[in-house]
């Protein structure tokens, strides 16, 4: 445990929900966090909701028995499919990915002086849940979701776009080779973006509907803007962990103002591919993941 005793579970079918805990570390200093990647059985939009959920409840289970006193659900399909089900089923505060969002991404739409509506870019298996645009509704928001199924194994890959790119032929070197990698994924970024911007013309907002989307964040805001379109864009993990603050302060739980509680400590699981975790959680994170403990949770 941290210095204040707080211990805060978090947990993802992969690697994603690493950009969660990102935002969220310098928001609870002095707490513990314990992250588990669900990693042996993504992805999670490919079950069955009955499947989501008996996979949801044992990874939140497992963060309890880790001494979790608050969960953070970093995970968009979990969060559709499971989050009910959770927060019946632990005696801990809950904190879903897709409500915080959507708060988020309200605001922005007041700022600008229209309620106008939000472009949701998601996965497809949120998209199909339409978690996104039942949310939005319940606030008078109207939401336009737009699956990009490819995003997640480019960013997966390393084909992250940085800096100015350009449509030189590559090279033998890495850097060339980098560089055509990235100028292939902001083409697909342009191609998604394009059609979303065309199905929802009244846009005032972009939503990053997955944790995989910020490291993308630059790229889709470079992209808009070349399009004519510079949307505010909601990153729907800064949005999480400013709730998880706000639980945190309501529950009492919150660290208050001292200065000698030191920095957040971590602890790593997965399910599988330890050493895959390793090598991409710090792409995620922005800092070592450092050792990272192999846990069963079965089928």
């Known amino acids: ?14 690697f994603g929900g690493l950009t969660v805990l990102r935002e969220l570390l310098p928001l609870v200093a002095g707490s513990h966090c314990v992250y588990l990647g669900d990693t042996a059985r993504l992805p999670y939009g490919s079950k069955s909701r009955e499947t989501i959920v008996r996979y949801a409840l044992s990874s939140a ?28 089923a632990l005696p801990i505060p809950v904190v879903g990915v ?16 229209t309620a106008g509506e939000v472009l949701v870019l998601a996965t497809q298996a949120t998209v199909e849940s339409h ?24 960013v997966e890959e390393g084909w ?25 994924t902001a083409q697909v970024l342009r ?8 199905d929802a013309p009244e846009s005032r907002a972009l939503l990053l509907g997955c944790t995989h989307y910020p490291l993308l964040r630059t790229e889709i805001e470079r992209t808009l803007a070349e399009l004519g379109r510079p949307l505010r864009v909601i990153d729907s993990a800064q949005a999480t962990a400013r709730a998880v603050e706000r639980v945190l302060s309501e529950q009492g739980m ?25 090598r991409l959680g710090p792409r995620f994170l922005g800092r070592p993941v450092g050792k990272v ?6 089928g």
């Open 160 to 184: 992250i776009c940085e800096g100015t790119l350009d449509e030189e032929t590559p090279g033998e070197d890495g850097g060339a080779s980098d560089a055509a990698r990235a100028f292939v």
């Open 61 to 88: 289970r497992f963060l309890q028995r880790q001494g979790a006193q608050l969960l953070v659900v970093a995970c968009n399909t979990a969060t559709a499919l499971a989050l009910e089900d959770l927060r019946a």
């Open 191 to 198: 191609i998604y973006l394009g059609e979303a911007l065309r």
């Open 131 to 154: 978690a996104y645009a039942r949310a939005c509704a319940t606030l008078a928001l109207k939401a336009t979701e737009k699956a990009c199924p490819l995003l997640v194994p480019l």
């Open 254 to 278: 919150a660290r208050g103002d001292r200065a000698d509680v030191g920095d957040a400590t971590c602890e790593f699981f997965a399910t599988d591919s330890v050493q895959k975790f390793e």
């Open 98 to 113: 897709i409500q915080p969002g959507v708060e988020a991404a309200v605001t922005a739409c007041r700022e600008v002086g």
């Open 293 to 298: 403990q192999l846990v069963d949770l079965g």
């Open 1 to 14: 445990m941290g210095a204040t005793g707080l211990t805060i579970g978090v947990f993802d079918s992969g």
